[in-house]
């Protein structure tokens, strides 16, 4: 990505998709970083809007989803906002205990998490900010920080 | 995503095209979901065309597993590729799904 990249999307889950493949398609890296952008930075991007369009958002069509990229000194960070009243990340199970590995939901906090080198939420908790570091190999890195 | 459903002897092979995601796994539930209703109980669904699946996608099998061995039957995934693999194994989903290498290793003596 030769610049900052700022989109605003409109609430419809349709449209993740293609927004990713957007952001993906303006990201560039060498061969050795393609796994961790494809199978990790989309995962976590893909994920970040899911969770601000249905739970942030509510499936609101008239409400937005923001989302700002930028690449720099080999770390793509990632922040997408919505216009919920936020949530407490911490208030989400492990979905991998053995009483949670059954439910039909939960896990795409747990996979940015596992995914991305740093998660961090604003205090409100509408804004997620994603962090991946490019510049310590290839392959897939797991263990973020939250 | 597209999927295309067969049936092999007894069991039913759902084959996908494409990602499972949020926009589109409720194409896929209903279709395995009528196909239960009909009686049928085995069912395999192949990934050998997909790329990528979502928590939501993911979300999506669990509940459909569920509701199929709760009707005494079984689902079973084949052909995920080293991503998939990889989700699968986070989330720890490959100890609640018996995966196979390939469509023909999942039928085999289902």
Known sequence: MDEDLVLEIPTDVHSIAGAVDYVMSRCVAGQMHARKLNLNFRVGLTEALSNAMMYGNGHDPSKNVVVEVVMSQGCLQATVRDQGTGFDPSSIPDPTLPENVSRSCGRGLFLMRELLDEVCYNERGNEVTLVLRLESGGGFEGSAQA | ?110
């Open chain 2, 1 to 110: 995503m597209s999927f295309q459903v067969s049936k092999v002897n007894d069991v039913t092979l759902i084959e996908v095209e494409g990602q499972l995601i949020v926009g589109n796994r409720q194409e896929l539930k209903q279709g395995v979901l009528d196909k239960l209703e009909g009686g049928d109980l085995k069912f395999v669904i192949d990934f050998a065309n997909t790329g990528y699946i979502d928590s939501s996608g993911l979300g999506v099998l669990v509940s459909l597993s569920k509701k199929i061995r709760e009707q005494g039957g079984e689902l079973r995934l084949s052909s995920l590729n080293e991503d998939l693999r990889t989700l699968f194994e986070l989330t720890k989903l490959d100890t609640l799904f018996r995966i196979a290498d390939d469509k023909d290793q999942a039928l085999e003596g289902f």
